[in-house]
């Protein structure tokens, strides 16, 4: 021993088992904070990323610009990247499909939007890209490297080479149009079609300082892309980061508070039992400072051992996660590649953070320790710890549980400061689940898609719009998509999960009293709806979505269910509808969207429906309100400002009855199904059955959203592996702050414990004593971790709201587990000392420590 | 000349009612090389005695100079570093630190002040303790007696220049007892030191050069060689 600092040393090495505790604490923390920091970085980049993808990666633009602005853009020091397009006159395909071919310069590529599938991009005027789901629509059918006719941004034809396929996209194939680009080498060159020009800026450039100035050389023309630079934090309006900045500090903030519970604890208790040493070490002449520096160094080298094994090991985690979903086939975040990237600042930052905690953890058991009074320590030759007794007049519940629970009770109360470390921890804990359990859920209800349309992999659709070859419209025959023997035949395909047929949706208006018109929504709308008198009752027409729901989808809508029945039998016996009375609207004053009622419906209440204001404004048709969901299954599963209804068929032929044709034109025809598969599923033989089945179909086209939707499934998951994985990690930092408390709490009464069996207690007995010790500290701590937790998370929840407006959903799921949770932890914690204790001998317990 | 001097020592706990008066108007002066026994029943405030001339405590009135220093106008840290060098403790529950070996607790004191230990000192204090074969035990591997002797050690190690013992016998048989004692009146012949010695034992008495007898916080009698002074 060189010097008395290695004195920590060996108390930590006597002391293993709490010394391992804490240090499992402080690498659990410091895992957490690098993993959450690095996940939200990897969330934002990711955002960036995803929203490149889908706008393009350009800053900001000119639409129409002149050549010459274009040559000042390119001009400009402030800029890197300069690109330039021509929007594309439409090539019409056999009346049904169209492609628009996009002129663009070869930085456009990168500034545009624009996903190659296979190939390469074009790189002369001769060359095209298109997608891949128009390629067999052309009259050509070419393949990669074929040939194809199409309609130049100047109207000319033009025959290109397509030497590269670009990735079906949702929209451009249901609405049939194709999006093609081709090479433009001279973005001065005199054309018909407007040219638009893109810019991204340097890097380190302070982009909200130079907007304006890009902004005054056209105002008219001028545009951004207002979703990347929110995102990079360089709008005019900073609140998002603002927001994400506050959630992830609180969430930061609170698992180091719960680090620096976790090791106060520890040393506190640490520092408790080596009271008589320290007083020791004072009477031998060591000094405060001497002493406090005895604990910083034990500090020092827990945080030593264990901040960097946290940062490996959160590192590790995420990196094991991400690597065991890539393995899996996933597709981390809907993005080809994902990297994980080791940003310095988390690193530092969390050693930092990590540094500060375990310090600060230290701070008041060192002062303690260096307080102690010599005297004190060479006189109690046997307490450890002089305790001043309290006593308190309120009475306990725990008095009721007889003497044990009445020993219980003086136990937890004898001490002040014991007491309130103990609580604290537990209280810590709680609070800390039920924070992160709310936080994960809200965050997955607003990043996921949750509408049973996410397993839909499939659409098939019939074709409405035709057209002659002189651009008359054709006189089509209605009638069903699909037969139900086809469907029935769909519905057997292994790895069908359901079949959902798809009707036209006409928009009739509810003539909705005006006091069932809920009051909230006319605050904050104003009166948009119209206002009507309807058999002498003062009205508003309120929009309404009337849709046909097949059993399928009533199966679907049972979940959502809030009050009445979801059978469609019952329902069309009522002649009734469901109704989703939740709207999510943007409100213009709050600058957000809201999710709030729009009417005050009840089941039974009477819906008068105006079916078709326009051309028959007599037809009124009721209906009653037969069961409320909460939302629809289907996607959007809030309206904007829109009441929802759902009907089944015989409700809907009453309701389509006699009414004029130009409302509800194909009535109750079947216009097409769409097919969801189970999720792990394989697609391949039901695309290609289903191909199959619409070849022999006229009319008929074949949606195939599969991948899409498979990505945006994985990404679901994900993020619940990502959301649980967390929860998981604050789950064990609880418990583990929760044993180590109780349990030194207990093991530091060895002695008196000892005592009562000497005296005549029972094993049983002193087990039942601490038992309901351990569980009364679970019950006060949930109490407040209950109380701080919830109150956080409206914190949180305010910060939410802000970004995205939602209802305050009191955290019920995470309070019930984390409490049940707390409870047990408190009642099995015990029970491993006890055991221990009990094959002690009792001598050994009775004598003095040396 | 006086190693230790005390001056209308008190020492009172509590208040009012509760007040307790554990030492009053003490005063008494030990010069060097002295062996002095403090004798008393309990509570008779011989080991508040101790614990004032220690610096340990602090005094309610009075003044305790060592070395001609005050003890209590330093300041706490001070106080420390005075208690350190030039005051070691011996005490009836030995009070080693469990996690250091024999020869570590001996330096401690010295380890406590950045000090590389006299290697040489310290083997010969370990040899005259009797520990040459114990130099690497811990304290549990130990037998009272031995404990003890440690304790004797650390308290030599800084060659202080008092040494305090509160009833170092009292946790020993006769046999171990005596050599304990002969331990300290070795360190009173070699080293010149101070000892003042806190015990019921009155072989302890019997083996002082002097005898301070206190009874209810006050001195009752200082006798030296027999003679009451």
Not at chain 1, 257 to 276: D, K
Not at chain 2, 130 to 149: A, V
Request: charged content about 20%; overall charge positive; aromatic content about 8%.
């Amino acid at each position: 021993m060189k010097s008395y600092g290695a004195l920590a040393g060996r108390y930590l090495k006597q002391q293993r088992r709490r010394t391992i505790l804490t240090i499992v604490g402080i690498i659990l923390s410091v895992a957490l904070i690098s993993a959450l920091a690095t996940m939200g970085q990897s969330m934002k980049d990711n955002m960036v990323e995803q929203t490149i993808y889908q706008d393009g990666a350009y800053h900001i633009g000119f639409g129409p610009a002149t050549p010459e602005q274009y040559e000042k853009l390119s001009g400009n020091v402030l800029l890197d990247e300069v690109g330039a397009f021509r929007q594309g006159k439409l090539t019409e395909i056999r009346n049904t499909f169209q492609v628009q071919l996009i002129e663009a310069t070869k930085t456009s590529f990168d500034l545009l939007p624009i996903h190659l599938q296979e190939g390469r991009l074009p790189q002369t005027p001769d060359e095209a890209v298109v997608e891949e789901w128009v390629l067999p629509n052309l009259a050509e059918q070419p393949k990669l490297g074929g040939t194809v006719e199409l309609v130049k941004p100047n109207g000319d034809k033009h025959t290109y080479k397509i030497v590269g396929i670009l990735k079906n996209q949702k929209y451009s194939h249901s609405e049939g149009k194709s999006k093609g680009y081709t090479f433009m080498a001279d973005p001065g060159a005199k054309s018909d079609a407007t040219l638009m020009a893109m810019a991204t800026f340097k890097k380190g450039v302070d982009i909200s300082q130079h907007l304006p100035e890009f902004q005054e050389m056209d105002k008219s023309a001028f545009f951004t892309n207002t979703r990347l630079l929110a995102l990079k934090g360089e709008s005019a309006d900073k609140s998002l980061n603002t927001a994400l900045l506050v959630i992830f500090g609180i969430l930061i903030a609170l698992v180091v508070l719960s680090t620096i519970a976790v090791i106060y604890n520890a040393f506190h208790i640490a520092v408790l039992e080596r009271m008589r040493h320290f007083g020791l070490l004072r009477t031998i002449g060591a000094t405060p400072s001497q002493i406090r520096k005895l604990v910083f160094r034990e500090a020092g080298v827990l945080a030593a051992i264990g901040i960097p094994i946290g940062l490996v090991v959160g590192y590790g985690a995420l990196w094991l996660v991400l690597w065991g979903m890539t393995s899996a086939g996933f597709r981390i975040l809907s993005l080809d590649e994902f990297h994980l990237q080791l940003h310095a600042w988390i690193m530092i930052g969390s050693v930092v953070v990590g540094l500060l905690a375990v310090f600060l953890a230290a701070w008041l058991p060192a002062r303690k320790a260096s307080r102690v009074s010599p005297v004190d320590a060479v006189k109690g030759a046997g307490s450890i710890v002089r305790e001043t007794y309290k006593r308190v007049r309120i009475p306990s519940l725990l008095n009721m549980m007889g003497v044990e629970g009445n020993m219980a009770s003086k136990n937890i109360r004898r001490n002040r400061s014991k007491f309130r470390i103990t609580a604290f921890s537990i209280v810590v804990s709680v609070m800390l689940f039920i924070v992160f359990h709310y936080f994960t859920q809200e965050s997955l209800r607003m990043t996921v898609d949750n509408s049973e349309d996410s397993q839909v992999a499939f659409q098939i659709r019939q074709s409405l719009n035709r057209y002659d070859d002189n651009g008359n419209p054709i006189k089509m025959d209605l009638k069903d998509a699909l037969s139900e023997d086809t469907i029935a035949q769909i519905e057997g395909m292994t790895g069908v999960k359901a079949v959902y047929r798809r009707y036209m949706m006409p928009n009739p208006a509810v003539i909705l009293p005006s006091e069932k018109v809920d009051p909230n929504f006319t605050k904050l709308m104003g009166p948009i709806f119209e206002p009507r008198d309807y058999e002498g009752v003062p009205s508003q027409l309120v929009y309404t979505n009337l849709m046909l729901f097949d059993d399928a989808r009533f199966k679907e809508a049972e979940k959502y269910l809030i009050a009445g029945t979801a059978d469609p039998k019952k329902l069309a016996e009522d002649n009734a509808v469901l109704i989703v009375q939740n709207v999510k609207t943007m409100v213009k004053s709050k600058k957000k969207k809201i999710e709030m009622p729009i009417a005050r419906l009840k089941v039974g209440d009477t819906l008068n429906l105006l079916m078709d204001y326009e051309f028959d404004p007599k037809v009124v048709r009721q209906v009653k309100v037969g069961g409320i969901l909460s939302q629809s299954p289907f996607s959007p599963t809030l309206q904007e400002n829109t009441l929802a209804a759902f009907g089944a068929k015989p409700t809907f032929v009453k309701l389509l009855k006699d009414v004029h044709p130009t409302f509800a034109p194909y009535g109750t025809t079947l216009m097409g199904v769409d097919v969801a598969v189970q999720d792990g599923a394989s697609d391949e033989p039901i695309r290609q059955a289903l191909k199959t089945i619409v070849a022999q179909m006229p009319n008929t086209q074949l949606i195939d959203i599969a991948q899409e939707q498979k990505e945006s499934r994985q990404f679901n998951l994900q993020m619940q592996i990502f959301v649980y994985g967390f929860l998981i990690v604050i789950g064990l930092i609880g418990s583990l702050n929760i044993i180590n408390t109780v349990q030194t709490n207990l093991l530091l009464r060895r002695r008196e414990l000892g005592l009562l069996q000497a005296v005549g207690m029972t094993m049983g007995q002193l087990r039942r004593m601490a038992s309901l010790e351990g569980v009364w500290f679970g019950v006060i701590g949930s109490f407040w971790g209950l109380l701080l937790g919830t109150g956080l998370s409206y914190l949180l929840y305010l910060q939410l709201n802000g970004m995205q407006g939602m209802p305050f959903r009191f955290p019920w799921l995470g309070a019930v587990i984390s409490c049940g949770f707390a409870l047990a932890v408190g009642l099995l914690s015990v029970q491993g000392p006890l055991r221990r204790m009990k094959k002690e001998n009792l001598i050994e317990e009775l004598r003095e420590e040396v | 000349m006086n190693v230790i001097e005390a001056a209308g020592l008190t020492k009172s706990y509590g208040k009012d009612t509760t007040l307790v008066e554990a030492l009053k108007n003490v005063s008494f002066s030990i010069p060097q090389g002295e062996f002095v026994a403090i004798v008393g029943a309990s509570g008779s405030g011989k080991s508040t005695l101790l614990h004032l001339l220690g610096g340990l405590d602090r005094p309610s009135g009075g003044t305790v100079r060592i070395d001609g220093e005050d003890l209590y106008a330093l300041k706490e840290k001070e106080r420390a570093v005075f208690r350190r060098r030039k005051i070691g403790f011996i005490f009836q529950s030995y009070n080693l630190i469990p996690v250091l070996n024999v020869e570590e607790n001996i330096m401690l004191p010295l380890l406590l002040d950045h000090r590389q230990p006299d290697k040489e000192y310290i083997r010969d204090l370990i040899d005259t303790l009797g520990l040459d074969q114990r130099r690497k035990h811990l304290p549990s591997e130990l037998s009272g007696g031995q404990q003890q002797r440690v304790a004797i050690g650390r308290a030599l190690a800084y060659r202080p220049a008092i040494v305090l013992a509160d009833e170092p016998t009292g946790n020993l048989d006769s046999a171990n007892g005596r050599e304990v004692l002969e331990l300290l009146k070795l360190a009173v012949k070699q080293f010149h030191q101070t000892v003042v010695v806190i015990s019921h034992d009155m072989n302890v008495a019997a083996e002082a050069d002097r005898v301070i007898r206190m009874q209810d916080g006050k001195l009752l009698s200082d006798t030296r060689g027999g003679i009451v002074q």
